[in-house]
């Protein structure tokens, strides 16, 4: 049989494989045996001791031949090594079986070393010169000539033709099944490899969910606490009344900042929309903003307010957040129109000011820029488009669409 290198042993479970030392310890006993009938062989003619030694010849040869041929190399990278040990087997064998008859048994064990070890051309080859040796040996035995009118030619030449056909197709089975192990083993690879893939993909989006839930939740928060804490100060001493009001604003916004913070770590959705729809909430964020910055805010329901799937709402409440947020820090307005429509299978969500103008607007110390691509990311993953239009000294709208018929479904 072929021996299959290059296979994990712990993991391999095929036939050949769990019996490969058969076939070594077969070729082991033939010799073994071999050798018992030839010190009990009364016939036997000479010293006992030039067999012995051409036996342990032949042993070391075999084992210690084969582990150098093998070492560090798959069973195909040196192939000349493995035959020239087999060789030299057959040429050991040639001359025991010279000496006694009875080291015909060994041809047991060797037929199976030849395709144990060899790669088929190879194996045939030695084949061929075995199946030679042995019509030699057998006519030189019996006085008879060599040649096709020989029984004994064809009875050999039929038994090595069958060794061969058989270690082919053999041969053959074992490749095959190889081969289709080798793909499953790479199929297995290709899916650990695509599930880890999966897995790192996975990572990504949660990180970039939670830096978007963090800058709508906790970095507005903070937002609005420093700019009331710095209209506090500057307040002070003379207007105590606004100190007063500016400091209850940032004590309010920590306090809903921190049952945001809450609530982004147990991946809720937001507190605005556990109790209520989300026109609702866009009213009551309305409300709130226009409270801290009295800056008049209107809010517009059209079409039919359905209920959406909780990402949608998530992501336009969060729009509208992020849109007022941009407003109070760069817009310079004195009015804001916030308008909500349902239209059939599309949700479109307008914030209007009548500000500045994005070109007009100064950068705040306060911005991290990270608001509007958190916009953008969660509207595209859900099918959607985020469009700015703006005009120098008459304002900025904020438009966020988003298909709805699908998630809906």
Known sequence: ?????GINPHSQTDVWVKWDWLWTTIFYASVAVSTFF????DGREGTVWLPLALTAVLLLWHGVGLQLAFRGRDRGARPYLQFLVIVGDIGLWFVLVNLSPAYYFVLAGLFSQIFRHLPIPYAIAATLLLITSIIYQQSSDM????SLSNPIVWIYLFAGASSILLGAWMSAIIAQSMQRRQLIEQLERTQAELAAAKRHEGMLEERQRLAREIHDTLAQGFTSIVMHLEAAEQAMPDQPETVQKHLEQARTTARISLDQA?????DLRPDLLDQQSLPEAIERTAVRWQEETSIPTNTTITGSPNPLHPDVE????????ESLNNIRKHARATAVQ???SYMGDMVILDVQDNGVGIN??????????YGLQAMRERTAQLGGAVEIESVPGEGTTVVVSIPIGVLNQ
Request: hydrophobic share 45%.
């Open 314 to 321: 998530v992501t336009l409440l969060r729009a509208a957040q």
């Open 1 to 5: 049989m072929n021996r299959m290198s």
């Open 38 to 41: 030839m010190l009990v062989d």
């Open 338 to 340: 916030i308008t909500l």
């Open 360 to 369: 007009g607007a100064t950068p705040s110390s306060l911005s991290s820029g």
């Open 143 to 146: 006085g008879q000539p060599i």
């Open 262 to 266: 809450r609530r982004v770590v147990q």
